[in-house]
């Protein structure tokens, strides 16, 4: 099967996008209604999971696989089929309808095992395959939510928060941090810097997942600062390289990304304390109106669009210099 990459993803995301808009007028209270959480969810496989397989492979020397392709190919109708997920009350169909794209995230935690085993080991590389291999835990979360099932004692939103982190926080974060690193200049200290905000996003979410798992509000915690510290040095070293970013409209997207991040963060952190002394400092549904839309609109999908631009000029920019070099006997021999 073979698609035109990243063309067919940056196609699915703006496909995703009018979708995502035609479920604004789905009432957001009612058996079937999709509130403010859902519609953070779907946001994910519907726009940001394409624009992150676009960073991923972005064309040229970056070849997906077979099996890669094929999640390409078919991630958009699994994504489809997710959103009408929720135009049904939880159970049986709800939980059919929800499976395809709950199979797509598995099989992307076996091209992470494979990409680990076989891939490049740099540590921006390393992100991208550690975000391959959280996805399926985002995936199981979601169809057990749409099932209506209560794992560990767990109810919803819980379920669903549970999908919803391991879509951002485990998958999206991981393949940003990646993208800033191929545009790092091999600095050491900036280098150091990336190397602990890689390191932290990657363990982040294992560690937040065994805090939940294990009841352990203080591991939750410890999660919470690692997370937020690596995000933290990762919008600086952002900010930091925006000069050298072009386009100017890139630019623009990851400043606001960046800023969008370091007060989304700040929200989690008050949420994990009141956690922390079994208080509710800030409340999920003030969590999902603000750390949520902060993290999904701002941080996430200004993020990759502005990676996805930038990657673009540099590409165009390397093929312009390359029609320009000039032409000598050993180069045409090649």
Known sequence: MKVAQPRWSH?????????????LLVPARGEVGIGTIERLFLLAPLVLVPLAF?????????TPSRMERIVIAVQPFAAVLAAGSFLFPQGKLAAALAAPWTILCLVVGVCGLVRIVCGPRQIAALCFHAAFLM????????????????PLDFHE??????????????????????????????????????????????????????????????????????????????????LLILPAIRPRFAQGLLALSAASVLVAMAYAILFTLGDCRDEVWVSIPQMARTHGILNAFGFSLCGLLGWNLAAQEQRHAQRFAAQRRPQTLLSRWE
């Open 54 to 62: 676009a960073m991923v492979w972005p064309g040229g020397a970056a």
């Open 135 to 150: 996805l399926p835990i985002g995936g199981i979360g979601f169809v057990q939510s749409r099932f209506g099932a209560t």
């Open 157 to 238: 939103p819980w379920v669903l928060l549970v999908a919803v982190h391991f879509h951002y926080a485990a998958f999206v974060a991981p393949i940003i941090v990646g993208a800033l690193g191929n545009h790092l200049e091999e600095r050491v200290l900036a280098r150091a810097a990336f190397g602990c905000a890689a390191t932290g996003v990657i363990i982040g979410s294992p560690l937040m997942a065994s805090g939940f798992m294990f009841h352990l509000p203080w591991l939750r915690a410890v999660a919470a600062f690692i997370l937020t510290l690596s995000l933290a040095i990762q919008a600086i070293l952002t």
């Open 11 to 23: 196609a699915s995301a703006v496909f995703g996008t009018v979708a995502w808009l035609a479920l």
